[in-house]
Every structure is written in C-alpha cells, then in structure tokens.
C-alpha cells in the first residue's frame, strides 16, 4: 500500500514556540467510528501550548513527531459506512482528542465521529474552529454547575479569553448578572457581548468596586495569582469558584473563599452532541465567537509566540487556505 503524506506543523522536541515546524507526516487512516476530515482551519489553545512545552496532556506523547491542535473545522471525506449521518463533502466541527490522536495543524486528521457536529450554517471555517474547545469548557462551566439564572451574580476572571468571551455570553443568555474582568482595551468590547459590569483588576479594586457575588468562574491565563484572590474572596458564604482548564485556585491567596464555599475545577470532553445544540445559539445569532488573529499553517509558531504574548481578545486560528 502506497502512503500517502500531508503537510503539518509538529513538534520534534518539547519547548517554546520555536518547537513548531512544518514537516511532511503520513495522512492518518481512518479506523471504526472515525471520520476522515479535510482541515479548513485549526484554533489555537492554551492546551495546545501546555503540550508543545512538554506539560500537562503531553504525557500522552510516546513518539515524534506529533501534531498537536484540538479544535478544528473542516469537510467530511471518508465517514465510517455508507449510511453514516454524515456525508463526504459535509461541512464539520469539533474538538479532537489530542495526543490520543493526531491534531488539526494539518491538512487531514481521522477525529471520533461522537467528537464531531455540522458546522453552524453562517459561519465561516475560521469562525467555527474558534468554538468547539473553548465553548464547550464555558457551556459545562456555566450550565451545568453554575446553572446560569437570573438574579444570579456571576464574576467570570479572564473575560476576554477564549473560554471567557463565550462564558460571558452564555451567562448573560440565561440572565444572569454577569461581571467579567480583562484589560482596560476590553472592557467596552465585553460589555457588548452581554456583561454589566467590567473591571480591569489591575487598575482597580475589586473589593471596593463589587458587591458579593454567587458565582466566580476562573478562565484567565495570566498567572495572575493576586487578581485571583481577590476574586475569589469575592464569592458568598453559599457560593461557588470554578476553575477552568487555564485557571487555578491562586497559590498565594492573600485572601480566601468564605467558609462553605464550593470550589470544583472543570475540563470540557469533547462532546459532539453539546456543540450541537451550542450550533443553534450561533445560527441563532445569540452567540458569536470573535477572532483576534489568523496565521497560515506555516506560522503556526508564530501563533503560539502570539497566544503566549498574553492579551488575546477571543481566539487565534490557523486557516490552512486562503478565504476560509
């Protein structure tokens, strides 16, 4: 049998962005459940530069090179039968299970059907392959443990990231009262996207600023360990902290949570049938996603430099071809 090879950026070592290069690696073959997808374009995660510098899921990598990239969107090749409910030439999304499997910074990727969803009608590749990891961490955070309401008070921690935009969306759909901190530059921008209260923590108090909230939700990826503890130190007697996947409890708390607050942290699976019905809050208008950036395939390193300049409003994305 005759293999045949595609173009990707990989990893041959651990490290920095650097590590990122464009080679050409055998075209996965598809196996069971799994469909075959041709990438349209790749978004960029902080889980993406956790496992490039060697952390947290990269213990899963047992060989060289390796292609990383969970989200992505695509078009269906090969499905697993004939009568499988999705179609060569279907437009796709969704999250691939990296380093189990190969990632999205390539031109092909074999991704588990139970992984995948149509694309949302309206938009475009680029825009859709900023949804699927990110939404779905924010759509567990805030519906399935928060259980977003209104009268509900939200303070969501790193607004303007990935996770964060889209958390602030989702809270405010189910009428929340949502408070969300980022950078002085994103203030207004989250407004627009539903919060009622912004707050850059860096150049204001929290404490003097905000009244007790019922919910915090920590999506920064800043490190910023004293923004952290002030927000936590925030939540009611009876309330809840949530950490995402980037955030964390501070290590350095200068203040904590009140007795009897709930703290729980919370990783998103990559769940086709969720980013289904998250596809009809986009088509609906309801939820948008926002990308800050786009890179070519051969800048993919270029994209993790850029992600981990900090600072990101939304998402970054690698458009595999031009006018996607």
């Given at each position: 049998m005759v293999t045949e090879f595609m173009t990707a950026a990989v990893i041959e070592r651990f490290g920095g962005p650097d590590a990122l290069t464009?080679?050409?690696?055998?075209?996965?073959?598809?196996?069971?459940?799994?469909?075959?997808?041709?990438?349209?374009?790749?978004?960029?995660d902080p889980f993406d530069a956790s496992a490039r510098a060697g952390q947290g899921s990269a213990v899963a990598i047992d060989r060289f090179p390796a292609v990383l990239g969970c989200d992505f969107s695509g078009t269906v090749v090969e499905t697993p039968y004939a009568a499988h409910s999705l179609r060569p030439g279907d437009a796709v999304y969704g999250v691939i299970p990296v380093p189990?499997?190969?990632?999205?910074?390539?031109?092909?990727?074999?991704?588990?059907s139970l992984c995948i969803a149509p694309k949302p009608v309206g938009l475009s590749h680029v825009e859709a392959a900023a949804?699927?990891?990110?939404?779905?961490?924010?759509?567990?955070?805030?519906?399935?443990l928060a259980k977003a309401h209104e009268r509900q008070r939200v303070l969501i921690h790193g607004g303007e990231t990935g996770a964060g935009?889209?958390?602030?969306?989702?809270?405010?759909?189910?009428?929340?009262h949502v408070i969300a901190t980022a950078s002085a530059r994103n203030l207004e921008w989250l407004r627009g996207l539903g919060a009622r209260e912004t707050i850059d923590p860096?150049?204001?108090?929290?404490?003097?600023?905000?009244?007790?909230?019922?919910?915090?939700i920590d999506l920064s990826d800043d490190g910023d360990d004293l923004a952290r503890s002030r927000a936590l130190a925030l939540v009611r007697s009876n309330g809840l902290v949530v950490s995402g996947p980037t955030?964390?409890?501070?290590?350095?708390?200068?203040?904590?949570?009140?007795?009897?607050?709930?703290t729980t942290a919370y990783?998103?699976?990559?769940?086709?049938?969720?980013?289904?019905?998250?596809?009809?809050?986009?088509?609906?208008?309801?939820v948008r996603p926002h990308v800050d950036e786009i890179f070519g395939l051969p800048d993919a390193s270029a994209a993790h430099a850029r992600l981990e300049s900090g600072?990101?409003?939304?998402?970054?994305?690698?458009?595999?071809?031009?006018g996607e």
């Open positions: 464009i080679a050409q690696v055998p075209r996965p073959d598809r196996l069971n459940d799994e469909v075959l997808v041709e990438i349209h374009a790749a978004g960029v189990r499997y190969a990632g999205s910074y390539a031109e092909y990727a074999s991704v588990p949804v699927p990891l990110a939404a779905l961490t924010a759509w567990g955070i805030v519906t399935t935009h889209f958390a602030v969306q989702f809270a405010a759909y189910f009428g929340a860096v150049s204001a108090s929290l404490e003097r600023e905000l009244d007790p909230v019922d919910v915090v955030g964390s409890l501070p290590t350095r708390q200068t203040q904590s949570p009140p007795t009897g607050a709930r990783h998103a699976s990559p769940d086709g049938a969720t980013l289904a019905v998250i596809s009809r809050l986009l088509e609906q208008g309801s600072d990101v409003r939304g998402k970054l994305v690698i458009a595999h071809q031009k």
